[in-house]
């Protein structure tokens, strides 16, 4: 059922939004403290950012955002960057559905669920300052960080086309002035076995060089009853290395390389329908598939920065990177020995990037100015085997794309209380799409090991052209009474560039050939940032309202003796929401962590194609938003007890809530998920010397069963293909530290 919220809302919910921050500020206010004087000393730290491409405080920032040091997660325990789904709200970040490390995200109900190479994601993800346009391989192992900080809402300016629903930050460690060696160990449930190792060192007075090595291996949850398979299982190696030569003070070069295999079996998905003969099995992790291949995902990349200090009041920055991967996978969607539905593909991919920018630190006007191009590569295919039509349909292609942008954001003190900011971006993507997909008698086609043969019908066999152009400006006016208390409002676009459907079936719906178009969101919101108590305790509020149009939506439906992919840009939608997140010092020992995020989203028009008639109808009163619950809630509790010559015990506890929410915008009884909650429990020792920790992680303590992906193809000739993929069970993990 949809929330009445109309469009005439939006003036009542900015006006609730600066309620709720004027409330925020009371205790920030009474103080009365001069914005000129020294913020409060807060015992809860600070947190350094990059949000808008330059250092800043957390706290001064007038853009949503949830930063996470390496200390807070290495206490909770976390294992990779899908556990931020657990404690920012408004976010969904999950493994893919029949992959082990593909990423699919979501923020404030904007994202991208179709993995397929080609698209484009709607949260971008970015690893020192580096734009990672894949998503396979993306679900990244934490270990040797700084920090993840994680921007809510359009950031169109600084970070471009891709980031209309937000952007993932993973900031990797400089190398310090002294050696560090890391060693650690972790053990845990269905014999997971890791080890972690990681180190800096200078080597001269201005070269230093740092690498690190993580192997993650683990049992699967279950099994893949056909094959014998470990099922959900964990097999990855990961590699940085980093040189970074500082000749002087005012300039630093640092040459960066990072590489990751993942050797994870299939996964595969669970029935959700059962039939006489064919029951549903009693574990969700358990499978019956029966299509076996190679399984084998991998990423490599290489970046350059050299930052130059021209002066005290200007840097320049260039940032260069190359990155390529290639996935060979297998899925079986019916999860049956047979060949009913079985889809062997390849994706593979390429990117060059460079970036370069000017950035100005005055006394009253700040910021950022560049340009940016990204030349890329993308390309896979494969087969849809049908064994009871005793049909192979094949599909295949590429999308070359060549990026061009120019950028500038800049902040003006007009007193010192007020600040205004003012910045633009105009992005130039130019693709070109090629797409083949042809039919062929018999099981499994000659491109995946089937007999050369003809085919015996081309379905599509195209390429074409398009130029996406847009200007993507953002405003925001910052008021500081005190230097405890940040007030902002801000407008923003996004726009997330348009592209050609890789599974595009012109028999089927001929307007495919033409690609699609593009999308776009425009933001507003108010926000408020506080410190209070005395630096005991902060509190970070936002209210947004989204008008987001030309949503790419990718429908798979069974159509005759085929599969049929379309994309179509539906129409319009309108998002609201609310989001908190707040810290509080209970005593010098104990604090309280906590996020909450609210979402109405619901779709004005929603244009779907009609396979029968040919036409275009609008269904809007039928659909929902996807991966969007309505309520993200996160408590934590962390409790540092330092017990003097014995070192500091660590004790952090944390329950996450996601109340109901469907994984396809068509609401599916058997797909859809309700609401749960998580419940995770962390201690860690950590000697005097610093030296070594010792730890303990629960995570789903309550071993909640809960969807993170499936698929839905009904009927008998597609073996009544209604799965689902799931999230992690109970583990618990122990894990040891030595630092020297």
Partial sequence: MKTSFGKSSITALLCAGTAL?????????AQQAPAQETASESILGEIVVTARRRAESLQDVPVSISAFTAEQLENAGTQDITALTKTTPNLTMQVARGSNSTLIAFIRGVGQQDPLWGFEPGVGLYVDDVYVARPQGAVLDIFDIERIEVLRGPQGTLYGRNTIGGAVKYVTKKIDDEPHMKAKVQVGSYKQTDLILSGSAPVTETVGVSGAVALYRRDGFGKNLTTGQEHYNKDVSAGRLSVEFKPNEDLFIRVAADKTVDDSNPRHGYRLFATPTVPVLDSVYDTRAGLTGKQKVKNQGVSGTIEYNV??????????????????????????????????????DDQFSEELQLVYEGDRLKGVAGLYYMDAHAEGAFDTILALANLTTLTSGSVDTKSYAAFADFTYELTDQVKASVGARYTSDKKTGTVYRVNYAGLTSPLFGGAARNPTLIRSNYTNQRTFDEFTPRVSLTYEPTRDFTLYASYGRGFKSGGFDMRGDVISTPDTANGYDPELVDTYEVGSKS?????????????????????????????????????????????????????????????????IGYIDAEFNKFLRYNLTSKVYDNIANTAVFQNTPKWTANFGLTYAHDMGDAGTLTLTGNAAHRSAFSLFEFPNPLLDQDGYTLYDLSAVWTAASDNWSVGLHGKNLGNKKYRVGGYNFPGALFGDSIIGYYGAPRTVTATVEYRF
Avoid: H, M
């Fill in 531 to 595: 410190r209070f108590w005395d630096g005991r305790a902060t509190l970070n509020l936002a209210a947004f309202y989204s008008d987001y149009k030309g949503q790419q939506v990718t429908t798979q439906v069974p159509s005759g003796t085929t599969v049929v992919s379309f994309v179509d840009n539906v129409g319009s939608s309108t998002i609201k929401g609310l989001e908190a997140e707040g810290l509080l010092a209970i005593t010098d020992e104990l604090t309280a962590n906590f996020a």
């Fill in 311 to 348: 002066n005290d009041s200007v840097t320049v920055k260039s940032i260069t990177a190359y990155r390529d991967g290639r996935s060979d996978t297998v899925i079986d969607f019916d999860n049956l020995p047979a060949k009913i539905l079985d889809i062997p593909a390849y994706y593979e």
């Fill in 21 to 29: 921050t004027s409330l925020a500020s009371l205790p920030a206010l």
